[in-house]
């Protein structure tokens, strides 16, 4: 028998169900002008967990009245396919919103396949333009699991101004483009990733921690100073089919307030993808 | 009497007259083909500081045999000028590489005209795009004074895998760009700035500190551990007209190894704009 876990559980459920009601409504207003907000997800493998993700995606888009098309290219689609595919879509008045899902066939570098993706449907802000953007501080659709991870901080009201911040990983998707969200907010950030030497000694000092590794239970009781907050942005299939994150829920929910995977992070994100996506609709329909 | 400085001194002026005599042999094969790198330097300030920045890069650009051409603009332009001076250079097939120089008029934003500079005349790395391609790991041309930074670093072979670094300073144009050069060395880094608490104390943990913020006498002793490498990136104008860096020189330079201003990150910079204005006209020109 293992004790139950005593922390604060950071749940992403209201705050991602605020957000569907909030797209819900905005969509049926869209679809009443004459404009369904329309997703496009285009899908160049077969991978088992990639499958699960672009259906309930979509699950969730038919719920919110947003429409989504999955666009199935062949596993070996070439860069030239993927990205004319892109450009056709970004040349489709009746899409707003674009996702090129990962993982790719080798020889396609998602980030600059993405730069074919029109910046205003850029709904994941994939294109390096949009990534520019936002670093610079200009307007930009954010990474949606990025923006995710700022979402459920301020729904549990963790404060960040002033405050220490670790994010372990360095994604181009995840890791970077939310070190510059956590600076927007003043707080002083710090990025660790795999090279970090003493990486225990470097989180247990940080009021907030992130992990976007992609490594299950890479964030243990060690790396977290009693208090903190932790917020788990890991997606790893285990061999069952289930679904966990990088840190050892058990142990670290004992001293710290923590994410649950799934259900925190995750719900909020594909969430944030529909807002965005009627957000766009609305540009692109005057309004 | 003040004690001399004792540690090491990270000069930029041996690695900035390589880089110049690289420049100076490109900018010969070039113009011998037919081809005069040229730079065009868009200025919408009376500011003196800036006035003799300018005119110390043109200088440099003359010795290197890189053309360089001052657009002085009003200093009330509005942005549509800006805007479409920009765009002119960048459709101008005899112009290479433009920068755009700050501060500008009021109602201007750098990065936001900066979209305007074409990403492959982008010789400082102002256009977002160009900051995305660099933050996503494509090839784009770096913000020079971020990249200097690198350069003085490497010089010195100054080790950079799993160390630790802190940026103080989280500007679009060094502090960002810089901390995504710094991951894609290995190193865990840091980004402080004004709103960071006990910023000694966050420092004086690092291996590297950069000193980025604009703000003389920021970084002291007490920011500063015994043997640490300190990089010093600001340019203040003092009253009677000297440069001086954003660390108390003396006392710093007495326990950690420090770059001088001027004569460290500044001349590194000026060669690695003028390096990038040759590659731009190499590539322009099918070489």
Known sequence: ???PA???TLSGSARAAELRAEVTERAAASTERGVTPRLAVVVATEDESTGWYVRSLARAAGKTGVA?????????ARPALLRDTLTGLSEDPGVHGIIL???LPPGSVAADLAGAIAPEKDVDGANPLSLGRLVAGLPAF??????????LLDAHAVPLSGRTVAVVGRSTVVGKPLAHLLLDRDATVTVCHSRTAELASVTRRMDVVVAAAGR???ITAEHVR???VVVDVGTNATEDGALVGDVAAEEVGRKAALSPVPGGVGPITTALLLRHTVSAAAVASGH
């Open 6 to 8: 005593v922390g604060p």
């Open 142 to 151: 954010a990474p949606a699991t990025a923006e995710a991870v700022m979402q």
């Open 226 to 228: 009693d208090g903190a």
């Open 101 to 103: 899902q990962t993982p």
């Open 1 to 3: 028998m293992t004790a």
């Open 216 to 218: 299950p239970g890479l």
């Open 68 to 76: 989504c098309d999955t666009v199935q290219l062949p596993t070996d």
